[in-house]
Nanobody, 120 residues
Framework: QVQLVESGGNLVQPGGSLRLSCAASGRVLGFNEVEWYRQAPGKQRELVASVSGGTTKYADSVKGRFTISRDNAKKMAYLQLSGLKPEDTAVYYC?????????????WGGGQGTQVTVSS
């Protein structure tokens, strides 16, 4: 019924920027809550940013460098990454609670991830 697909990951030099996108398709009215996680090799999945209502939250490790946003008209969520560091290298995942159209209630799930590699 709903699919989330992340994109925008790439190889970038330290100090660089990327914008990750999370596209929702299907019976989507809009995003309710959005979370971005990341998982580096050999490490546990880490919540880096979330938005619910008008409230955004960030992990201390990314605060001031990453910005989460959503555009319900486009059925898109974003994570703007700047001031990237090698330790930001990970697969980044979008997870969201979607408001479904036609009285379909809500859907919760995530995508397959997009790889971000920060290296010179």
């Amino acid at each position: 019924q709903v699919q989330l697909v992340e994109s925008g990951g790439n190889l970038v030099q330290p100090g660089g920027s990327l914008r990750l996108s999370c596209a929702a398709s299907g019976r989507v009215l809009g995003f309710n809550e959005v979370e971005w996680y990341r998982q580096a090799p050999g490490k546990q999945r880490e919540l880096v940013a979330s938005v619910s209502g008008g409230t955004t939250k960030y992990a201390d490790s990314v605060k001031g460098r990453f910005t989460i946003s959503r555009d319900n008209a486009k059925k898109m969520a974003y994570l703007q990454l700047s001031g990237l560091k090698p330790e930001d290298t990970a697969v980044y995942y979008c997870q969201a609670t979607i408001l479904m159209s036609s009285g379909g209630g809500t859907w919760w799930g995530g995508g397959q991830g997009t790889q971000v590699t920060v290296s010179s």
